[in-house]
């Protein structure tokens, strides 16, 4: 789906309900995302069925699961079944379960980023155990159906999707995607590049601006190492939203702003990106785009757009500017808490009993 169809879909679908003109296109809309819990389902159902008890053990976990919340994007050993536990089949389905949470962009991007595991194995000289493609983890927590509370997530190095359901509406996030190197050097695959778009379109947007709104957006001379809300569980920043207020940008660089969050958005399937989309039309001009470090593509630099209701996070500060972390989070709806919320109040509302 290109641009101008991608933001059409979305204005019409769900920027509708948001504006209360027309209630047929939040109906529809909301098809769409139940349309995504049934595929999850049945993706899940199929991966499940086709594990071994020891598997299972491994793979499946209760909803209400502490480890449902934890979650990491450095090389470490993970709780969840590995691919390199899986046969070929069994691999199959897990891919068809990645999918499920994924455009066809962002299942690429996926891909990719657990291939370079096999570049660094190469240019770190690694055994294979540190460094392996296979070393993603797959968990299910709940029972799947297309209602009740269930979830799932797909994890290892420099990849973290996670997605809940609840009463057959899903939320995705953290949404994480990471790579190591970010561009491909040496060897046979020199040149590749898995997350230019985030890259490049953030440094189109600071060169954008003039002088007098560069000094405003960069809040820090010095590029942060990392993301700032790293790997915790809640979605959080101290202070008020620091940068440059996208009510101060003008309409070509209101676009750029906007190219930008759309790159995030189109890494899930269309229904969830359309609800981004919503997010990102409703902040409206409430919306701050903040830098630190560098501006140009060889320099340690870093970015995030904040709304009130999710942020972006981007850096590319180590192994000489080029290792990229990128990660979506919402502040209130990561894990899907927003919606367990309204779940929990309205099963324990004795009026809402029907």
């Given at each position: 789906?290109n641009?101008?169809?991608?933001?059409?879909?979305?204005?019409?679908?769900?920027?509708?309900?948001?504006?209360?003109?027309?209630?047929?296109?939040?109906e529809?809309?909301h098809a769409?995302?139940?349309?995504?819990a049934?595929?999850?389902?049945?993706?899940?159902?199929?991966?499940?069925?086709?594990?071994d008890?020891?598997?299972?053990?491994?793979?499946?976990?209760?909803?209400?699961?502490?480890?449902?919340?934890?979650?990491?994007?450095?090389?470490?050993?993970?709780?969840?079944?590995?691919l390199?536990?899986?046969?070929?089949y069994?691999?199959?389905?897990?891919?068809?379960l990645?999918?499920?949470?994924?455009?066809?962009?962002?299942?690429?991007?996926?891909?990719?980023?657990?291939s370079?595991?096999d570049?660094?194995?190469?240019?770190?000289?690694?055994?294979?155990?540190?460094r392996?493609?296979?070393k993603?983890?797959?968990?299910?927590?709940?029972?799947?159906?297309e209602?009740g509370r269930?979830?799932y997530?797909?994890?290892?190095?420099h990849?973290?999707?996670?997605?809940?359901v609840?009463?057959?509406?899903?939320?995705?996030?953290?949404?994480?995607?990471?790579?190591?190197?970010?561009?491909?050097?040496?060897?046979?695959?020199?040149?590749?590049?898995t997350?230019?778009g985030e890259d490049d379109?953030?440094?189109?947007?600071?060169?954008?601006?003039?002088?007098?709104?560069?000094k405003?957006?960069?809040?820090?001379?010095?590029?942060?190492?990392?993301?700032?809300?790293?790997?915790?569980?809640?979605a959080?920043l101290?202070?008020?939203?620091?940068?440059l207020?996208?009510s101060k940008?003008?309409?070509?660089?209101?676009e750029?702003?906007?190219?930008?969050?759309e790159?995030y958005?189109?890494?899930?399937?269309?229904?969830?990106?359309?609800?981004?989309?919503?997010?990102?039309?409703?902040?409206g001009?409430n919306?701050?785009?903040?830098?630190?470090?560098?501006?140009?593509?060889?320099?340690?630099?870093?970015?995030?757009?904040q709304?009130?209701?999710?942020?972006?996070?981007?850096?590319d500060?180590?192994?000489n500017a080029?290792?990229?972390?990128?990660?979506?989070?919402?502040?209130?709806?990561?894990?899907?808490?927003?919606?367990?919320?309204?779940?929990?109040?309205?099963?324990?509302?004795?009026?809402?009993?029907?």
């Open positions: 789906m641009r101008r169809s991608f933001l059409y879909s979305s204005g019409v679908l769900l920027g509708a309900s948001i504006l209360g003109s027309d209630d047929s296109h939040a529809e809309s769409h995302i139940r349309q995504s049934s595929l999850m389902a049945e993706c899940a159902n199929r991966f499940v069925a086709a594990l008890a020891n598997q299972r053990d491994k793979a499946m976990f209760p909803f209400d699961a502490d480890e449902r919340l934890n979650w990491h994007f450095i090389p470490k050993e993970r709780k969840g079944l590995p390199r536990e899986m046969s070929p069994q691999k199959h389905l897990a891919s068809a990645l999918a499920a949470g994924l455009s066809q962009t962002g299942y690429i991007k996926a891909v990719t980023i657990m370079l595991e570049v660094l194995r190469i240019m770190e000289n690694d055994s294979g155990e540190r392996n493609p296979e993603y983890y797959f968990s299910v927590f709940g029972s799947p159906s209602r269930w979830g997530r797909v994890e290892g190095h990849l973290r999707q996670n997605y809940t609840v009463d057959g509406e899903v939320i995705d996030g953290p949404s994480f995607f990471g790579c190591n190197p970010a561009e491909v050097r040496q060897g046979s695959r020199k040149g590749l590049r997350l230019a379109l953030g440094i189109q947007l600071i060169h954008a601006l003039d002088e007098q709104q560069q405003i957006a960069i809040v820090e001379t010095t590029a942060y190492k990392d993301i700032l809300t790293a790997a915790s569980r809640k959080a101290q202070g008020q939203p620091s940068g207020s996208a940008l003008n309409a070509r660089q209101f750029a702003l906007m190219t930008l969050m790159e958005a189109r890494n899930v399937p269309d229904e969830l990106g359309e609800r981004r989309m919503a997010q990102i039309n409703k902040s001009r919306i701050y785009f903040a830098w630190a470090g560098g501006i140009n593509a060889s320099e340690p630099r870093y970015y995030r757009v709304t009130p209701s999710f942020l972006i996070e981007f850096d500060t180590q192994d080029n290792h990229i972390h990128s990660v979506w989070r919402d502040f209130n709806g990561d894990f899907g808490q927003d919606l367990l919320q309204q779940h929990y109040a309205t099963s324990h509302n004795p009026a809402s009993a029907g």
